[in-house]
C-alpha cells in the first residue's frame, strides 16, 4: 500500500521532466545551428541528463543539493546550445524550466500514487500516463510562454532581474522539497501523500510567480527599447535645431561676403583677382542652390549633413523633392534622414579611400507612395541576422537604434522598410503611402 509512505519519483522520470521542461523553451527561440545539429544536441541532451540523475539517485543527502545544482546547469547548457541566446538568458530560461520540471514530476507521479493506492501500474501504463501529463503541462506552458517570450530570443534581462529570479526558484525549490532536506522523519511517516499534494501546489506556486516575472521583464525590456528610440528621436531633433541655427549664422556671412565681392567689382583690380572672384560668387551661387528641397526641416538636415560629408572627404549628392514631405512632423523628418545618414557617414568614415566613401539619397513619388531612398558604398562584408547588421562597437546594448527608430517612425504612416546589399552597396528603401491633400481630392472628384 502506498497510503502512508509514498514512493519516491523514478529518476528516470526527473530526468524526462527536466528534458521535456527544456523543450518548451528551445522550440520557439530561434536555434543556434542547423536543425540536423540541433536534433543530435536534443537526442544528445536526454541521455546525458538521464544518465546523471539515475547515476545520482542513492546519492548521500550531503551530496544531494549539489547534484541538484548540476542538473540545473546542464538544463542551462542543454538551452544555451540549442538556442542562439546569451548565457545569461539561458539561465533565466533554465531556472524556469527546472521549477516547470519539478511541477510536472511532482503533478504526474501525485496522480499515479493516488489512483494505484494500493500497487503501482505496470510499466506501460506508467509510460502512458507520463506521456499524458507531461505532454498535457507542457503543451499549456508551452503556448502561454510563446506569448511573452521575444521573437529574437533576446530578453537581455539585467542582473537584477536575473538575481531576483534565482531566489524565486530556491525559495520554491526549498519550501516543495522541505522533506528531503529535513532530518527528522516528520514529513516522511503518515503524510506522504499530503506533504506531496503541497509540494505540487508549492511547485504551481513558483511557476505562477516566474511567469508574472517573466511579463514583467519583457515589459521592461520593451520600455527600455522605447525610451532608447524616443532618445535617439529627441536627439536627431535637438541636432536640427542646432543645425539650424548654425545655417542660419553662414548665411549671414555668406551675405556679408556677396557685400565685400560688390565693393571689390567697383575698384580697378587685376584679370587673375577679377577671375577668382568669379570664382567666389560661383561657389556662393552654388551653395544657395543646394538643398533647396522644398522643404525647411529637411534642407536644415540634409545641409548639415552634406557639410560635416565635406569636411571629411565624402562625397554626398541628393536629388530630393522635399514638398512630399509636408505630410510629416517635424521630428519624423529628422529621425528618419538624421538616423539614415548617420549611419550611411559611419560607414563611409571605416573606408580609407576618399574616392568611394559615397552617399546617394532620393526622395520621389511613385503613384501614391512616398519613396525615400539612402544608398552608400561599404567594403568588407556585412553580417546579418535576422534582417538586423550586427555591430562591431563595444557599446553593444546602444547599438540598433537608429534603425529601430526609423522603423518605430515610419510604422507610424502605416510605411514599410527595406533594408539590401548588393555589390557593396548599402540600399535602405522606404515606402510611406501618400496622403491625399485637399487639392488633390478636389481633383479626383
Excluded at 531633433?237 to 551675405?255: A, G, P, T
Amino acid at each position: 500500500m502506498i497510503d502512508n509512505l509514498m514512493p519516491d519519483i523514478p529518476r528516470i522520470y526527473t530526468a524526462a521532466a527536466e528534458w521535456i521542461a527544456c523543450l518548451i523553451f528551445i522550440f520557439p527561440l530561434k536555434k543556434r545551428f542547423e536543425w540536423w545539429k540541433s536534433a543530435l544536441i536534443i537526442v544528445g541532451m536526454l541521455i546525458v541528463q538521464s544518465a546523471f540523475l539515475v547515476s545520482t539517485g542513492n546519492v548521500l543527502i550531503y551530496f544531494w543539493i549539489p547534484c541538484m545544482i548540476i542538473a540545473v546547469f546542464l538544463m542551462i547548457a542543454f538551452i544555451y546550445l540549442c538556442c542562439d541566446v546569451n548565457f545569461r538568458d539561458a539561465g533565466y530560461f533554465g531556472m524556469i524550466a527546472f521549477v516547470v520540471a519539478e511541477f510536472m514530476a511532482s503533478m504526474e507521479w501525485q496522480i499515479v500514487c493516488s489512483i494505484w493506492t494500493r500497487q503501482l501500474p505496470g510499466a506501460g501504463m506508467q509510460v502512458l500516463m507520463l506521456a499524458a501529463v507531461y505532454g498535457a503541462v507542457a503543451f499549456l506552458l508551452w503556448k502561454l510562454l510563446q506569448q511573452h517570450l521575444p521573437k529574437d530570443g533576446k530578453l537581455n534581462i539585467s542582473l537584477k532581474e536575473y538575481f531576483s529570479a534565482a531566489l524565486i526558484v530556491i525559495a520554491v525549490f526549498a519550501v516543495s522539497n522541505l522533506s528531503f532536506v529535513s532530518n527528522a522523519d516528520t514529513f516522511a511517516n503518515g503524510y506522504a501523500l499530503e506533504i506531496g499534494h503541497v509540494r505540487t501546489i508549492v511547485d504551481l506556486g513558483g511557476i505562477a510567480i516566474l511567469y508574472a516575472h517573466l511579463i514583467q521583464c519583457g515589459e521592461l525590456r520593451v520600455r527600455r527599447e522605447l525610451e532608447a528610440v524616443q532618445n535617439v528621436l529627441q536627439n536627431q531633433y535637438v541636432q536640427y535645431k542646432q543645425s539650424r541655427e548654425s545655417i542660419d549664422l553662414i548665411n549671414y556671412k555668406y551675405h556679408d561676403l556677396k557685400h565685400q565681392i560688390a565693393v571689390l567689382r567697383s575698384e580697378t583690380d587685376p584679370e587673375k583677382r577679377n577671375e577668382f572672384l568669379n570664382h567666389m560668387e560661383d561657389e556662393i551661387r552654388q551653395y544657395e542652390a543646394q538643398n533647396k528641397t522644398g522643404n525647411k526641416v529637411l534642407d536644415t538636415v540634409l545641409t548639415s549633413k552634406s557639410l560635416y560629408c565635406a569636411k571629411h572627404g565624402i562625397t554626398f549628392t541628393c536629388v530630393a523633392d522635399g514638398t512630399l514631405l509636408d505630410f510629416m512632423d517635424i521630428m519624423d523628418i529628422c529621425s528618419i534622414f538624421g538616423n539614415a545618414l548617420d549611419n550611411a557617414i559611419e560607414c563611409e568614415l571605416k573606408i580609407a579611400d576618399k574616392e568611394k566613401r559615397l552617399i546617394h539619397v532620393t526622395v520621389s513619388q511613385q503613384k501614391n507612395f512616398l519613396i525615400l531612398r539612402f544608398e552608400n558604398y561599404y567594403e568588407g562584408s556585412l553580417k546579418v541576422k535576422e534582417g538586423r547588421f550586427l555591430t562591431t562597437k563595444k557599446e553593444k546594448e546602444f547599438h540598433g537604434y537608429g534603425i529601430k527608430s526609423i522603423r518605430y517612425t515610419v510604422n507610424k504612416y502605416d510605411g514599410a522598410v527595406s533594408i539590401d546589399t548588393k555589390e557593396n552597396w548599402f540600399d535602405l528603401k522606404i515606402l510611406i503611402p501618400m496622403k491625399k491633400t485637399a487639392s488633390d481630392e478636389a481633383q479626383n472628384g
